[in-house]
């Protein structure tokens, strides 16, 4: 089993619609959470970041944490065309060596 | 602007010719980390560094080397490079391991033959 489960996808959505990802994650001394796009032949790109539980929000995105449930999501409201790409969670803490461990990724499609 | 570069953007080679890829960084970050992407296996951490002459394995380091001579630059090194190695590579820097978002590169489509 993997420490980081992503669902690959594809998820394909019309323009404007809700964008709900989400990963879920086995080790519990992560700490800090991220997730980055990706579009085709770029490399990831930061778009949040987060410590512990609770959420985050940063114009249309919006992460969430749930340690308790060892459950990440990532929310993108008004979804554009644009938004269409990979999303890749990733996490870290001190007592899991700080190695940085990705998820999967999974395929955005944002359809106008 | 702050940035990783990465060159070559596409590399075609043959089995056994040794190649070197570059990774230079201008943000002044200690860490700094190769990664592999193929479909189905995701990221893939290669080597890492610290900082200057402190490098140490990732998870799937066979085959390739690294150096950090310099604290802006990290190569990455496949002596004989083989067919089980074509991927896209990237690089990528931080302040400190693991604890701030990571800065990648563009990245090294690599096609060994």
């Known amino acids: 089993q993997k420490e980081v489960e992503q669902d690959p996808g594809p998820l394909s959505v019309p323009e404007g619609a809700i964008v709900s990802l989400n990963c879920t994650y086995s080790n519990s001394a992560f700490q800090y959470f991220m997730w980055y796009r990706q579009y085709s032949r770029k490399g990831p790109e930061l778009l949040m970041y987060?410590?512990?539980?609770g959420n985050k929000e940063d114009g249309r995105f919006t992460a969430q944490v749930d340690k308790s449930s060892k459950y990440i999501s990532l929310f993108i409201r008004d979804s554009q065309p644009s938004d269409s790409a990979t999303y890749l969670c990733a996490m870290s803490g001190e007592a899991a060596g700080n190695k940085l461990t990705f998820g999967g990724g999974t395929r955005v499609l944002v359809k106008p | 602007e702050a940035q990783v570069t990465q060159n070559p953007r596409y590399l075609i080679t043959v089995t056994g010719k040794k190649l070197t890829v570059t990774c230079s960084q201008n943000?002044?970050?200690?860490?700094m980390s190769w990664y592999r992407q193929d479909p189905g296996l995701g990221l893939r951490q290669i080597y890492y560094?610290?900082?200057?002459?402190?490098?140490d394995k990732g998870d799937v380091p066979e085959g390739y080397k690294v150096s950090r001579k310099e604290k802006r630059n990290f190569p990455l090194i496949l002596e004989s490079p083989s067919p089980n190695q074509t991927s896209l590579y990237f690089c990528?820097?931080?302040?400190?391991?693991?604890?701030?978002?990571?800065?990648f590169g563009s990245g090294t489509r690599l096609t060994v033959v």
């Open positions: 943000m002044n970050h200690e860490y």
């Open positions: 990528a820097s931080s302040p400190v391991r693991g604890l701030y978002g990571y800065t």
């Open positions: 560094s610290m900082n200057v002459e402190v490098t």
């Open positions: 987060t410590y512990s539980s």
